[in-house]
Structure formats: C-alpha cells, structure tokens
C-alpha cells in the first residue's frame, strides 16, 4: 500500500541557511500534518492544510512556513535556521472520511 | 493545556510476557485516540485508532481500549516478542491535530 513519502530523508544545514522539507501524503488523503521531533522528546503538532487551505496552527515559529498545493503535496520552508531547529520533522496524511494520521519516515534535519 | 501522561517510561519484560501499556489524558473531551509504534531514529507506525464512540480495538495481539470517564486508554501486548521492543506512543485526537504522550519505551529480552 502506498505511505506517506517525504523527502528529503536527511539534511544538513548551516545556522541561518533556509531548508525546504517536502511531503507527498498518501493518495486521496486531502489532509496534511506536520509533526517536530526533538532529540528524546515526543513529537509536537506545527501546522495542518485541508484542501490547500491552513486549518490549524501549532507551536511553529514565525520562521517556519508552509503550504498545500494543488496535487496536495506540501512543503515545510524553514528559513533563518538555528540549532535548535535540529529534529526529525514528521509528515502525516489523513483522509476526510477517517480520523487516523499516517506517517511519513520523517526528515531528519541537522544544523550545524 | 491538553496533557498526554504514559505510564511507564520504560519497560523491560522476557519473551512471551503478556503487558499493558497505560496512557492517561487531561481532557475529557470526546476524541479519539491512536496507539503508535516508534522505532529508534525511525517514523511512526500505526498500530490502533479507537474512534470516541469506542470503547476498544483489537489487531493480532494488541488490544487497547479507551475510557472517556476517567481519562485512560491501556494498549495490551499479548506473549511479548523481542521484535515488539521499540517506544510505543499514544496520542489524543484534539481537534485537527495530536497530542502525544512521552512514550513507553520496551524492551523484550530473549
């Protein structure tokens, strides 16, 4: 069965370099989330898309940006980057009809 | 604050143990819950979604229910294997996203 794939699956950056993260959710699944993992921490909620518009915000910093596009893939742009920064960024997709998330293998972004 | 609790932190049990996993929340809202499975430095899988209708849901040997009365959700590892060891997360459903709890982490020695 197709997942959720997301690319790339590792990258390394610079402090204040800009990094774009891409997810392409699982066909007919019309809902995006993006997830940040920490070293050791659980993952928090950042921002959601249905149908291309933002439906829900979460702990993203005013330096992170995103956006759904008419395939309904999406795209995490993180500009300024810190260290911080440096976590697992997780996709997930869900269809209208379900409430499950599914997710991606994750970006794995390390700021040097 | 939506607050996600797992209890415990880290277990350590012998092959063909039966175990449960607990995980307790803040909110008494009606939404649903979803058991995942986390290997180290990996994404996350799956394992169960109990609808806020639900009170359980079962796949091969895991079983978690949910008690919206008192704020808990158990998911039941049934004859444990080496293979389950991995960090096992629950998550509330709030609104359009999840709240996760810190996690279980289990290990099943041979």
């Known amino acids: 069965a197709a997942g959720v794939i997301q690319s790339p699956r590792h990258l390394i950056k610079e402090k204040r370099e800009t990094a774009t993260l891409k997810c392409y959710p699982i066909p007919r699944h019309d809902t995006v989330y993006w997830y940040q993992q920490g070293p050791g921490q659980d993952p928090q909620f950042l921002i959601s898309f249905y149908e291309k518009m933002q439906s829900d915000k979460g702990s993203i910093p005013d330096r992170f940006s995103a956006q759904q596009f008419s395939d309904y893939h999406s795209e995490l742009n993180m500009s300024s980057l810190e260290l911080g920064d440096s976590a697992l960024y997780f996709c997930a997709s869900r269809e209208d009809s379900s409430n499950e998330q599914f997710f991606g293998p994750g970006t794995r972004l390390t700021v040097l | 604050k939506q607050e996600v609790t797992q209890i415990p932190a880290a277990l350590s049990v012998p092959e063909g143990e039966n175990l449960v996993l607990n995980c307790s929340f803040t909110?008494?809202?009606?939404?649903?819950l979803q058991w995942f499975r986390q290997d180290p430095g990996k994404g996350l899988t799956s394992l169960l979604l109990i609808q806020s209708s639900q009170r359980e849901q079962t796949s091969g040997r895991l079983n978690a229910s949910l008690d919206k009365s008192s704020g808990r959700s158990t998911l039941y590892i049934a004859a444990s294997q080496p293979g389950d060891s991995a960090t096992y997360l629950c998550a509330r459903g709030y609104g359009n996203k999840l709240v996760f709890g810190a996690g279980t982490i289990l290990r099943v020695k041979s």
């Open positions: 909110d008494s809202a009606i939404y649903n």
